[in-house]
């Protein structure tokens, strides 16, 4: 069946750096988009990243850009989120899902993993 | 970037009520809108896709409508594991953008 494993949140100081995995099992990897999203505790869901099948393309939410990077390992279905300069407001819980294109957009999620960025 | 305005952000309703949750996008998305639903503490799940695609073991009771720039989500008859948070999504164009969610909750 399909599962998608986040890993790599926890707390950190503001300026600092964090880098999210995501295991992908079930599916062809390679065939999907994989994005990453968030919600701040008590707040609604925020998209956040996206990553082509193959790499080749990323987009990036406006509050992110310049400080996240979104990268995938099509050899090992693993799909990451390097995270710099870290803010407060980026205090959330992370997950990443995947979009077969013109199929459905956001099928399956992980389970979550959460980020505090906190002095 | 497209804003997705939906409404209302609560509503009180009870089993067996019809319930429905409208979004309105800043420019035409044609019928590229899901819309989640999503319990405390869970991921979200999607419901419809492209609109009004109810996506494979999702109840009947649920359907989505609209296209271009207006959309809704209906609940015929609600039961009591429908009691949840909705939001709608467009994936016409990047930045993806959702709605502010509507809470739905028992009167």
């Known amino acids: 069946q399909v599962q998608l494993v986040e890993s790599g949140g926890g707390v950190v100081q503001p300026g600092g750096s964090l880098r999210l995995s995501c295991a992908a099992s079930?599916?062809?990897?390679?065939?999907?988009?994989l994005h990453w999203l968030r919600q701040a505790p008590g707040k609604g869901l925020e998209w956040v990243a996206f990553?082509?099948?193959?790499?080749?393309?990323?987009y990036y939410a406006d509050s992110v850009k310049g400080r996240f990077t979104i990268s995938r390992d099509n050899s090992k279905n693993t799909l990451f989120l390097q995270m710099d300069s870290l803010r407060a407001e980026d205090t959330a819980v992370y997950y990443c899902?995947?979009?077969?294109?013109?199929?459905?957009?956001?099928?399956?999620w992980g389970q979550g993993t959460l980020v505090t960025v906190s002095s | 970037d497209i804003q997705m305005t939906q409404s209302p952000s609560a509503l009180s309703a009870s089993v067996g009520d019809r319930v429905t949750i409208t979004c309105r996008a800043s420019?035409?998305?044609?019928?590229?809108v899901a819309w989640h639903q999503q319990k405390p503490g869970k991921a979200p799940r999607v419901l419809i896709y492209k609109a009004s695609v109810l996506e494979s073991g999702v109840p009947s009771r649920f359907t989505g409508s609209g296209s271009g720039t207006e959309f809704t989500l209906t609940i015929s008859s609600l039961q009591p594991d429908d009691f949840a948070t909705y939001y709608c999504?467009?994936?016409?164009?990047?930045?993806?953008?959702f709605g502010q969610g509507t809470k739905v909750d028992i009167k």
């Open positions: 079930g599916f062809t990897f390679n065939s999907y988009t």
């Open positions: 999504q467009q994936y016409n164009s990047y930045p993806w953008t």
């Open positions: 899902s995947r979009y077969l294109i013109r199929g459905v957009p956001l099928d399956y």
């Open positions: 420019r035409n998305i044609a019928s590229w």
């Open positions: 990553i082509s099948f193959d790499g080749s393309d990323n």
